[in-house]
């Protein structure tokens, strides 16, 4: 069984940055592919971005591309997601998750909020 658990969000001005962590625990995930997930209010949930388990590429939403950053540490057991030039519609609850998601592992997430 995999806890994963994200932190790092919190309330920033258009234009700003923050970097998300999602640190894993129960058992590795350095051999999985990862994903960053978001679920803004009354929206489903939407994939936000992916990278492979070697760090060796990643994919992107069409919305995120060129403004977010995916990256991971396999001796910390943890993601990141480093988020650039936000924008208010960038406001939402934050996951990671393995890549396809797997139910069970969805966390409580950490929420971004995105206003001036």
């Known amino acids: 069984q995999v806890q994963l658990v994200e932190s790092g969000g919190g309330l920033v001005q258009p234009g700003g940055s923050l970097r998300l962590s999602c640190a894993a625990s129960g058992r590795t995930v350095s051999r999985y592919s990862m994903g960053w997930f978001r679920q803004a209010p009354g929206k489903e949930r939407e994939f936000v971005a992916r990278i492979t388990w070697n760090g060796g590429s990643t994919s992107y939403a069409d919305s995120v591309k060129g403004r977010f950053t995916i990256s991971r540490d396999n001796a910390k057991n943890t993601v990141y997601l480093h988020m650039n030039s936000l924008k208010p519609e960038d406001t939402a609850i934050y996951y990671c998750?393995?890549?396809?998601?797997?139910?069970?592992?969805w966390g409580q997430g950490t929420q971004v909020t995105v206003s001036s």
């Open positions: 998750n393995l890549n396809p998601p797997i139910r069970e592992y």
